[in-house]
């Protein structure tokens, strides 16, 4: 029954109607509270008589409103008022994507535009583990300023039938009738026509179709009836975009071809995945350059050969090729780079080398969520076979077909992990131990020297051979890799051991070291050229898609392979095929809020690191510095309770202020320390010259005082205490302290951190006096915070995965077990990067590192 203009559900007044459809009917009300016009839809009217299905659309309703995206629909309130079941939403001024397929074919141009913007919300939904389950054009909204909202979510699973009979599905036209209680025949991916279970990849399928459809204005599966639609989704393949609209980019019409797989397996393995192949098509073609694309029509169905090339990438080719000025993207295959997967598993891949004589590749990586091992893998077989090695990460491969390896891996700070190095040949056997906390090596050319990146007293050494000191920084080290006539070492050499920005390097065996290359944000991977004239390595000055570039040793710098994905070089064959790998990394937030019962996901952008929680656990400190940051990175601040969100600036988060006034920020750079308004008012400076930040600090209990990690020159870091009235800084540790929080007492008058050893001490923060090292804390230990009464101590063991947090006392050392910090999925689970909880231990929040890799053999890239 419709409603009248005036009747009230809950705190909204119903304004005018504004559609109706399967899910209910569609109304414009006021919240008089905020003063605000939202969207309300009533739910059919079984839905008020049914328990069970009120009870899911409830749980799936706090579930949508908790995915805080520009492109998915707000859900503001849920509620039941006289027997109707509802839901207030942010209301949208626009038409949806329906109406404008209707009004004819969308441009190329405008496709590539609106289809970024849905896939970029479904990744958002899909990272969170919302599937939509019914996505189809009257599903999408698009505003009067162009924005794209994703309606639905959360309400899509209650459409479900629960016997798996398709025989009430509805008429396959383009609208959904109202009691409709499945999703729209002709959107349907094949397994949820079969009435099989369906996950995100099922989205992946419906978001193809509507691809198709907008490109071509003609839905590839729709029949005259839902019958013959279902049998035409499970078993043709729709005709060729390229026949129906020319125009239509040819990596355009391979991102649908692949959605519309009938496999799950063959579709994208992430959807952050495809969104970022979309935002990059759009980003790089011109509608002018799209235009002259039309060529012969393609086969309706690509061998799977092919289809493995569009598994990586089809759309790298064709960047490539328009970079270099290919016109109409006719590739020739002669000189385009040609990408060969050689892995099909979920997990994260730690570093790969080819073997001696390049037949075969050995690579480390930790697949869905065991440990990290060992592997073997040939380009011309797609199985990986372990290698009879125990579970290590590989350094690298000698001309002798030796490996180094490092042997238990614990976490140490930043981007450092700590091993065991050892040497073990290929064929396996027992490894012989090298040296202790080592994070890189690398063999000579001949087989008989390593270099290493060696951690002693809060430093990284570098050393070549083992023993001799050619650098030391107390930043970090990487990707370490000695030159083809042994000579010179070349690295990347990051200056903050939290950021993975830093200088390509190169230092001769008498210690004189050559920057070649510098001011990336992000720099993984680095080898020599098979002459070793040129330094080859990836990395980005501007976001997080590291591309390959090469460098001479007179410091002549050259774009290799430019690409819209994160890769990391690994290694470069003799024949020159390089081996890289593609990696989805992103920072996921998850927290649990006042009186919450279970912990749920907060992540905002893509690299979402959390940094200070207030006493009460409802306001959230955190930063961006991926790419949804900005080059400069971002500070926001959020409710832990709803979804509001506020961005105060640039910059990285260092520490929320005791009356939650004031966060305390370093620019992107570390060079500057600031303090952000919460509300209204004006930034201030606190920058000394002379120090260098770290991006860690607290503020003192009254809120007057902040203490810092910081270095002066090239000393290490150290804490600094500096009165916010104005003063000097001044030290109040040793050098080697300050690689994890620093936590400061209620009554001002201790600091916990760690120290270079992997230990927790108590500094006192006069800086009169040595510090103490807490009693019960164990090496991996990390401090949060201190408890409210000041006699305990929380900590965390940062790189486990499940972890437990514990609070110590400071008095006795008993460990007590407070919270288990978990994931829902295992695989790719690299560590926790940092973790905070309040005062009374009731809340917490956290964020850990999830990193998906596929690595690839490159040919053609010179």
């Known amino acids: 029954m419709a409603l009248n203009a005036g009747t009230k559900l809950g705190p909204y007044e119903i304004v005018s109607p504004l559609g109706a459809g399967g899910m209910g009917e569609v109304y414009r009300a006021r919240d008089a509270r905020l003063g605000r016009d939202v969207a309300i839809k009533v739910l059919p009217a079984e839905f008020s008589t049914d ?18 995206h520009p492109n998915i629909i707000g859900v503001y309130d849920i509620g039941t008022s006289d027997a109707h079941v509802w839901v207030a939403m942010e209301l949208v001024e626009g038409r949806t994507l329906r109406d404008m397929i209707e009004s004819g074919r969308i441009p190329p141009s405008r ?83 079969l009435g099989r279970s369906v996950d995100f990849r099922s989205d992946q399928f419906s978001f193809g179709t509507i691809l198709y459809e907008m490109a071509t204005g003609k839905s590839p599966f729709l029949r005259d009836s839902a019958p013959q639609t279902l049998t035409a989704i499970i ?41 970022r192949d979309l935002k990059s098509i759009r980003d790089h073609l011109s509608e002018a350059s799209s235009s002259d694309a039309a060529g012969p029509a393609e086969p309706r169905r690509r061998p799977r050969a092919s289809r493995g090339y569009l598994a990586g990438a089809a759309a790298l080719a064709v960047f490539l090729a328009a970079g270099a000025g290919l016109a109409g993207y006719r590739l020739r295959k002669s000189s385009a780079p040609v990408f060969h997967r050689l892995t099909y ?39 990986s076979i372990p290698l009879p090695a125990p579970d290590a990460i590989l350094f690298s491969v000698s001309s002798t077909g030796e490996m180094a390896i490092g042997l238990r891996p614990a976490f140490y700070s930043g981007f450092v992990w700590k091993t065991t190095l050892a040497r073990v040949p290929l064929s396996g056997g027992t490894p012989r131990e090298v040296l202790e906390d080592v994070d890189a ?75 070649l290359s510098k001011g990336w944000t992000t720099a993984e991977g680095l080898a020599w050229s098979r002459d070793g004239s040129e330094v080859w390595f990836s990395a980005t000055r501007e976001n997080a898609a590291r591309a390959v570039y090469a460098v001479s040793l007179s410091g002549k710098e050259r774009l290799v392979l430019p690409t819209p994905r994160t890769l990391t070089l690994d290694d470069i064959a003799a024949d020159g095929r390089l081996l890289m790998s593609e990696d989805d ?33 409802k306001t959230l400190l955190f930063d961006e510095s991926g790419e949804g940051g900005g080059p400069t990175f971002s500070v926001f601040l959020r409710n832990t309770e709803t979804a509001s969100v506020v961005r105060l600036g ?37 920058t000394t010259p002379s120090l260098r930040y770290g991006g860690i600090g607290s503020f003192f209990p009254k809120g007057n005082r902040i203490v810092v990690a910081a270095q002066e ?100 050392g008993r460990r007590e077990r407070v919270f288990t910090f978990k994931a829902p999925e295992a695989a790719g689970l690299a560590s926790i990067n940092r973790a905070l909880v309040t005062p009374d231990g009731r809340s917490y929040a956290y964020s850990y590192l999830r990193t998906l890799s596929d690595l690839f053999a490159v040919e053609n890239v010179k």
């Open 51 to 68: 328990a069970q299905r009120r009870s899911r659309f409830e749980q799936e309703a706090r579930a949508a409103s908790a995915l805080n």
């Open 111 to 193: 496709t590539l535009e609106i289809g970024a913007q849905i896939a970029d919300g479904l990744a958002r939904a899909h990272a969170a583990g919302i599937v939509h389950r019914d996505l189809k054009p009257e599903n999408v909204m698009i505003s009067k300023d162009g924005f794209v909202k994703i309606l639905d979510f959360g309400l899509a699973k209650l459409t479900t039938a629960t016997d798996g009979n398709v025989s009430d599905l509805p008429t396959a036209a383009p609208r959904t009738d109202a009691g409709t209680i499945m999703g729209t025949a002709g959107y349907m991916s094949p397994e949820q026509a």
């Open 585 to 617: 990394e992103r920072m996921v937030v998850r927290a649990l809020p006042p009186g919450g019962k279970e912990d749920h996901e907060l992540s905002y952008l893509d690299w979402t690191l959390v940094r200070d929680l207030s006493a009460d656990g």
């Open 650 to 686: 640039a910059g990285s988060a260092v520490a929320l202020s005791p009356d939650g006034q004031w966060v305390l920020s370093s620019s992107f750079d570390n060079t500057q320390l600031m303090l952000l308004p919460v509300r209204a008012g004006q930034p201030r400076t606190l």
């Open 441 to 515: 090596a690398d063999w000579s050319p001949d087989g008989s020297t390593i270099a290493v990146s060696h951690l002693v007293g809060g430093k990284s050494l570098l050393e070549y051979p083992i023993g001799k000191v050619l650098y030391s920084t107390s930043g970090w080290i990487s990707h370490l890799r000695v030159s083809p006539r042994g000579d010179r070492v070349a690295f990347l050499d990051h200056p903050i051991r939290n950021d993975d920005g830093g200088a390509v390097t190169v230092v001769d065996a008498g210690g004189r070291r050559t920057v």
């Open 235 to 275: 078993e043709d393949d729709p005709e060729p975009i390229g026949t129906l609209s020319p125009r239509t980019p040819p990596p355009l019409r391979w991102i649908v071809d692949r959605c519309l797989a009938k496999e799950p397996d063959d579709r994208y393995a992430s959807t952050r995945d495809l969104a």
């Open 345 to 383: 598993r979920r997990g994260t891949i730690r570093a790969a080398r080819f073997a001696p004589g390049g037949a075969s590749v050995v690579y480390s990586a930790a697949w869905e969520g065991d440990p990290i091992h060992i592997f073997t893998v040939r380009p011309d077989n797609s199985e």
């Open 713 to 812: 020159g090239n000393r290490g870091f150290r804490l600094y205490v500096q009165d916010l009235a104005g003063g000097k800084p001044q030290a109040v540790s040793p050098e080697g302290v300050g690689s994890s929080l620093t936590p400061v007492s209620p009554d001002g008058a201790w600091i916990a951190t760690k120290t270079a050893d992997d230990r927790v001490y108590l500094f006192p923060s006069s800086g009169s006096g040595a510090g103490r090292e807490v009693p019960g804390s164990e090496p991996g230990d990390w401090p949060i915070r201190f408890t409210a009464d000041g006699r305990g101590l929380y900590v965390f063991q940062r790189g486990q995965f499940p972890c437990d947090l514990l609070r110590v006392d400071l008095a006795t």
